[in-house]
Every structure is written in C-alpha cells, then in structure tokens.
C-alpha cells in the first residue's frame, strides 16, 4: 500500500475533545438556546436520556461548535537497520488557542514539501475538518494543509485515513481503531480511558498530561495499523520515544 520512503513522509496525528464549557448551565445563554436545538435533533438519534443537560456533557465535544480542542498528539515513521521507529510530540492543556498555535508552526514546517502528508483514524471525518473549524473559531491561520480541504480536489489533498482506506469504496459501515488493531495483532490504545471520558478527565481531574498519553496511544496505534496495511512490520515499543 505505502512503501517505506512513503511511511516517512507521513504525519500521523490524533486529536482529543472537550465540551467549550464544563456544563450545560457555564455557557452563555444564546449558546444554550442553541444547544437546546441541537438537542431536540439529537433525541431522534441516541436512546440516552434526552434532556440539554445530558446531551451537552456526553455529546457537545464531538462538535467543534460547542467543543474545542483539548490536546493534539501526531509523530512519524523513521527506519533505522530496517527497523521503523516513531518519533512523538503532544500539545495539550486548557488554551486551545495556545496548543493550536503551536501545533501549526509543527505541521506547516513538516508540510512545507509536497510529499509530506498527514494521516489520522477518521480523520476525514473527524479530525481534520474539527482541527480547521476550530482555527477559524480561534481566529487563527488556517494551516496551509488544513486549507486544501476547501480549496483543492478530494483526489488532491494530502491527507490520508486508515478508515477510509480499509473501506475499499464500503460506505455502509464504521471500523474502530481498536477493532483494526485487533484483527491485525497490534496492542489495543484503550489501555487507560476512552473518548467518552476525556472531557471528566479535563474539566474535573484537569489531568492534561493523561489526555495527552491516551492520545498519544492513538496515535501510534494509527501509524501501527498503516504498516501492517503495507505489508511492514511493527514497531517495538523500545522504538517508540516522545519529545519534550
């Protein structure tokens, strides 16, 4: 699928949401009443309980409106004796305008090339178009990357996603990350906490440093499920290392 000197050219990145505010009652009236709307859309959708309240602290993260980002983990593949090993950088904590910026100096510096691309689990769906609604929300420069999406081909932007990707042209269903790294023997990334529990973790523990752990086990669960769809082998843990 990839071949080696492809692998390198590729940034792989996770991203990790919270709610914009810790509750339904924090945030600003106009927001609520928005909310309220998205809510009575949502109660067709989901069998948990359908009051504002509930749907806004297990659902509002997932929309860059009423969310925002929490942490940003990405790393890439470098082979050494034939052996891959993967560098790692995590930008977290509670300003998102800070945590943007910084990573936007990162991906517009490893995209300077052509070549370079930029890899996630559902990214297409979720990270990638998350990550630019949100510069936009923090008015920030769009990455130059990031700005391909609206401005480019769907065949020419350079972003790449393993679901997508295990899909073959299949519209019908969603493959998680933890099933693909099942079915093709890598270590599963829910060792900690999941998704659903990031925004307890941010807002109540304000543990940003486990976030960005959890994220980062995504991360490398993505690039390891890459290699295995290119016929290379894994990665070993030892070879695994995170940046100051």
Known sequence: MYTRNQLEQILFLDIETASVAPDFASLPDNFQ?????????????TEEPHTPEHLYRSRAAIYAEFGKVVCISCGFIRYQDDQPHFKLKSFSGPDEN?????FAILLDHFTQRPERTLCAH?????????????YLINGLPLPKILGEMQSKKPWEVRLIDTMQLWKFGDYKSF???DLLCAVFGVPSPKEDIDGSKVG??????????RIARYCERDVVATAQVLLRMSGQPLMAQADIVTAD
Do not use: C, H, I, M
């Open 33 to 45: 009443q928005l909310w309220e709307r998205k809510a009575d859309l949502l109660k067709e959708r």
């Open 98 to 102: 800070e945590l943007l910026t910084a």
């Open 122 to 134: 559902n990214g297409k769906e979720f990270d990638f178009p998350y990550l630019g609604r949100r």
């Open 175 to 177: 493959t998680s990350l």
């Open 200 to 209: 307890e973790v941010f807002w109540v523990e304000q543990n940003y440093d």
